[in-house]
């Protein structure tokens, strides 16, 4: 695993390689029908059992609907013993190692290695594993199996790609120039970045706006809050007008809500915040942090400045249209409109993994180049993510079986615990056990129905619970994918970023905090 901070990316043959071998597997494994779709295969399968019950229904009416309760147990599935609390252990420390590490001087350093965090992943990841194998009251490897099955294979892997595609094709836009960096320029970026975020993903639009935004400052000495504001609005807070905007939301896509909902539902929230936050930015750029800047540094600042060029966009605009569809379009559980037919299972993934081989492939090796391009910050969020997919299993189960006696029954408590777990646990996986907490035993034609009604129950839920995951997302560097990666590309750049609990102390609760209160007061109430 490379540790390569800086520079270019240099060789990207082994990726190319990479990508190639695992496009002739798949269509090996597809021709072999290793990867049809399990609604595919059950499709036929219930048209089948549909017609057999229609023709004996009248005979086995009693026994049918006997069998069918006992089998379906309400449309949760198989249930399973729930962990032991103590099996929480290992993902607090994982949390712990990601707060603590890089301030102990012992470690800091050393901590610093993506190969070092893979093995502190790994190793509390198997801890997990193990716990499940041995003493965990269902211990058995099919039990392990299951939660690498969920984790890993169910979640993991299509969070990954889909943020490693993002991240490399954005890699190959170059946005060059050094503007003035004045409060409203800075602004302007956040704001252009917000509006972004939901459509080309919180990931596409951050990697692709940093490096500019980092170059047009690097005249300043503090820009450290200027970045943290950017996690805030760009990484986060912009991304909620549409599913792809932001994964607990594409979650929320996938088991029934319309594509469009979010636009409805949300912008309002969504135009209040982020007004708030570059308000916000702006009074404290103006009035703190830029008269503390040397006369030096704003001359500088003033006469040393280009205007902005964008190289790159063919093809890679074009790519990342590529992936935006694969996301909408390529879902197994999902038939394609108007066909009918099932999409194999990893096709979506393996179709953005080409669209990044073209990408590689076609783009300039030159704009990457000058955009100082490596896959240390990707290679970081999988490192860590691998470990915290599994680690925080126990947690999610937990919550999932006892979610529904917890008393959460108003918008209000649906936003704020959502929220508060979104900013330790993963945004996606929170997410996705307060919707089934919110809707249980539904559908996706029912979830449809319920939201219909713009002033029932469930609307006010499901705003509170999507407000929730996304904005809390930004209260902490581990709550969104990008948060790390623009953490360790501004690194990267020279700035001086807050470690982990500097920025919750300094920047998440003095500045966010207050604003998703008094969101939460006029959407939520």
């Known amino acids: 695993m490379s540790d390569h901070h800086s520079g270019g990316s240099g060789s990207d043959k082994p990726l190319l390689i990479g990508i190639v071998v695992i496009l002739v597997a798949y269509v090996v494994a597809s021709a072999l029908g290793w990867t049809a779709s399990p609604k595919a ?21 009693d026994e049918h609907g ?17 962990p032991h609390v103590w099996a929480v252990a290992p993902f607090v420390m994982l949390l712990g190692a990601i707060a603590v590490f890089p301030l102990l001087k012992a470690t800091e350093h050393w901590w610093e290695s993506n190969t070092n965090r893979l093995i502190v992943a790994v190793v ?11 003493i965990y009251e269902e ?23 889909l943020l490693f595609s993002l991240y490399v094709i954005s890699g190959g836009i170059r946005i060059s120039g050094d503007l003035k960096a004045h409060p409203s320029t800075n602004a302007v970026f956040m704001m252009v970045g917000g509006l972004l975020a939901s459509f080309i993903g919180t990931t596409g639009a951050a990697m692709l706006l940093i490096r500019p935004l980092l170059e047009t400052n690097k005249e300043r000495r503090y820009r450290q809050h200027t970045v943290v504001f950017f996690i805030f609005v760009v990484c986060n807070c912009g991304g909620c007008l549409l599913p792809i905007g932001d994964p607990p939301l594409f979650l929320g896509y996938l088991q029934g ?17 982020n007004f708030l936050l570059l308000v916000v930015y702006l009074l404290l750029d103006k009035f703190y942090y830029y008269p503390k800047e040397s006369k030096e540094n704003v001359l500088q600042d003033e006469f040393r400045t280009t205007p902005l060029q964008i190289r790159g966009l063919m093809p890679n605009a074009l790519l990342l249209l590529g992936v935006i569809f694969s996301v909408a379009l390529l879902d197994p559980t999902k038939p394609l409109p108007g066909i009918g037919w099932y999409p194999f299972v990893y096709l979506r993934e ?8 073209l990408s590689v492939w076609l783009g300039s090796k030159e704009i990457r180049e000058a955009n100082r391009f490596n896959y240390h910050a990707i290679v970081e969020v999988a490192a860590l993510f691998v470990g915290i997919f599994i680690c925080m299993q126990p947690a999610l189960e937990i919550l999932n079986e006892q979610g529904p006696s917890l008393g959460i029954d108003t918008p209000m408590k649906f936003y704020w615990i959502t929220g ?6 993963d945004n996606a996986p929170t997410y996705l056990v307060f919707f089934k907490t919110a809707f249980p035993n539904m559908d996706a034609s029912m979830i449809q129905a319920a939201l219909a009604d713009a002033s029932g ?7 509170a619970i999507s407000l929730g995951a996304v904005f809390m997302g930004a209260m902490t560097y581990i709550g969104n994918g990008p948060n790390f990666m623009v953490r360790a590309i501004a690194e990267e750049g020279g700035v001086k970023m807050p470690s982990f609990f500097g920025y919750i102390l300094f920047f998440s609760i003095p500045i966010l905090l207050p604003i998703l209160a008094i969101v939460s007061l006029v959407f939520l109430m």
Not at 124 to 134: D, E, K, Q, R, V
Not at 257 to 273: C, E, G, H, N
């Open 350 to 357: 393996v179709v953005q993994l080409a669209l990044v081989g």
């Open 41 to 61: 295969i059950a499709a036929p399968e219930a048209a089948a059992a549909a017609h057999d019950e229609g023709a004996h229904a009248e005979e086995h009416h």
């Open 139 to 161: 211990a058995s490897l099919s039990a392990v199996w299951h939660r690498i099955d969920h984790a890993i294979l169910g979640e993991y892997i299509p969070f990954i790609v």
């Open 124 to 134: 509390l990841a198997g801890i997990t594993l193990f716990y499940y194998m041995t």
């Open 257 to 273: 809500v319309d594509f469009l909902w979010t636009m409805t539902a949300l912008w309002k929230p969504w135009l209040l915040t």
């Open 420 to 425: 508060g777990l979104s900013s330790v646990l």
């Open 457 to 463: 129950k469930n609307h006010f839920e499901l705003v």
């Open 66 to 82: 006997e069998h069918a309760v006992a089998e379906h147990g309400g449309g949760h599935g198989t249930h399973h013993a729930l």
